[in-house]
């Protein structure tokens, strides 16, 4: 277990569909990253947190927004999906130069 | 733009061929090179950080140095278990710290 935990770990849903994952960072960690994971691509970087305030942006799209909240966990919400949304999303959480990824949430859209 | 570009993309070793996986990397600033370990559908596993050139860090039968351009992830006398994909990422001293990776090589170790 690494510390940083994300849910749901799967999550099949339909195209036009939104849906909210959810990370919680490791204890004391104030940074939250979210990244991309597809099939033809390699880990990309979406957005960042540091204790509730966007950092950093990333190649994230329009439709996906972010959010993280006074507890330090945060929230990825995808809108209008569609079938190339289907990816593993990941969560990170830092402190200084210590990165720590979660397992991830896989996303297939139908 | 900062860019991470590893090759190759995919490695068969038989066990106990030594091999090295490379990662050459364009950034303004490095602020640290990362190796992590992904196995299927799992997350990024920490492996180590690099600093500086000439900085060189060992874990059990992985050795990873840095020069200026690249790295190198050296696996001396590999098991079937070390089978896994080996990412390679970089932080540059930019706002926001985040890790810009590569694409990563698919390392495949069999008996």
């Known amino acids: 277990d690494s510390g940083v935990t994300q849910t749901p770990k799967h999550l099949i849903t339909a195209t036009g569909q939104r849906v909210t994952l959810r990370c919680s960072p490791r204890?004391?960690?104030?940074?939250v990253y979210w990244y991309q994971q597809s099939l033809d691509q390699g880990l990309q970087f979406l957005i960042q947190?540091?204790?509730?305030?966007?950092?950093a942006k990333g190649n994230i799209l329009e439709r996906f927004s972010a959010q993280q909240f006074p507890d330090l966990h945060s929230e990825l919400n995808l809108s209008s999906l569609e079938l190339g949304d289907s990816a593993l999303y990941f969560c990170?959480?830092?402190?200084?130069?210590?990165?720590?990824f979660g397992s991830g949430t896989r996303l297939t859209v139908v | 733009e900062d860019q991470v570009t590893q090759s190759p993309e995919a490695l068969r070793l038989q066990e106990g061929e030594s091999s090295s996986l490379n990662c050459s990397y364009t950034?303004?600033?490095?602020?640290?090179l990362f190796w992590y370990r992904q196995d299927p559908g799992k997350g990024p596993e920490f492996l180590f950080t690099?600093?500086?050139a000439g900085e060189e860090k060992e874990k059990e039968r992985l050795k990873a140095t840095l020069t200026k351009k690249e790295s190198f992830l050296h696996i001396t006398a590999p098991k079937p278990e070390d089978s896994a994909t080996y990412l390679c990422?970089?932080?540059?001293?930019?706002?926001?710290?985040?890790?810009?990776f590569g694409g990563g090589t698919r390392l495949m170790v069999k008996p």
């Open positions: 204890s004391g960690d104030l940074s």
């Open positions: 990170a959480s830092s402190v200084a130069w210590d990165y720590t």
């Open positions: 947190y540091y204790n509730g305030e966007e950092r």
């Open positions: 990422a970089v932080r540059a001293g930019n706002a926001g710290n985040m890790l810009t």
């Open positions: 950034v303004s600033g490095l602020r640290g």
């Open positions: 690099l600093y500086s």
